[in-house]
C-alpha cells in the first residue's frame, strides 16, 4: 500500500467518516419514533453519501493514492461502526441515538476543520474547495443531532428510573 502524507490521511478520515454516517444515520433512525427527527437523518444521510462521493472524487484525483485512502476510510469507517456499536447496545433508544450522533458530529466538524488547515498549509486549492462545501454541512449536522438529543431529553420523565 502507497504511503499516505497527513493530508491524504486525513482525507480518508472524513471520507470514512462519511461512510459511517450513513450507517449511524440509518441505526438512529430505527431507534426514534419521530417523523421529523427521522426525516432530518435521512436528509443528513444523503448528504454524507454526497460528501462521501466528492471525497473519493478528490481521492481519484491524487496521483496513485486512491486505493491506499479508500483503503484507509474503510478502517476509519470500521472503527467509527464500532463505536457506534459499542455506545448503541440492544437497550438504547433514541435518545441514546442522537447523544451518540451529536458526538459523531462534533468529531466530524473538528476532521474537516483540520483537512482545512492541512490543505490551506499544503497550497491543495482543490481539498480547500471540498472543505468550504462541507463544513458548513457538518456544522449543521451537529446542531441537528445537539437540538435532536435536546428535543428527545425534553421528552424525557427525569425521575422514572432505567
Known amino acids: 500500500m502507497a504511503e499516505l502524507t497527513v ?34 437523518l435521512e436528509r443528513m444521510r444523503k448528504e454524507a453519501e454526497e460528501t ?5 472524487k478528490l481521492a481519484e484525483d491524487l496521483d496513485g493514492k486512491k486505493t491506499a485512502i479508500l483503503d484507509k476510510a474503510r478502517e476509519t469507517k470500521q472503527e467509527a461502526t464500532e463505536m457506534m456499536s459499542t455506545y ?54 451537529f446542531e441537528t443531532a445537539r437540538k435532536g438529543s435536546l428535543k428527545l431529553a425534553a421528552d424525557e420523565d427525569p425521575n422514572e428510573t432505567e
Open 52 to 56: 462521501e462521493e466528492r471525497g473519493t
Open 88 to 141: 448503541l447496545g440492544e437497550d438504547a433508544d433514541g435518545l441514546d441515538g442522537f447523544e451518540f450522533l451529536t458526538m459523531a458530529e462534533a468529531g466530524e466538524v473538528g476532521h474537516w476543520e483540520v483537512l482545512g488547515v492541512l490543505g490551506d498549509k499544503a497550497g491543495k486549492s482543490e481539498v480547500q474547495e471540498l472543505v468550504q462545501w462541507a463544513t458548513p454541512i457538518q456544522q449543521r449536522h
Open 7 to 40: 493530508l491524504e490521511a486525513k482525507l480518508a478520515e472524513v471520507i470514512g467518516l462519511a461512510q459511517a454516517a450513513q450507517g449511524a444515520g440509518d441505526k438512529i433512525s430505527g431507534l426514534v419514533e419521530d417523523g421529523d427527527l427521522k426525516q432530518e
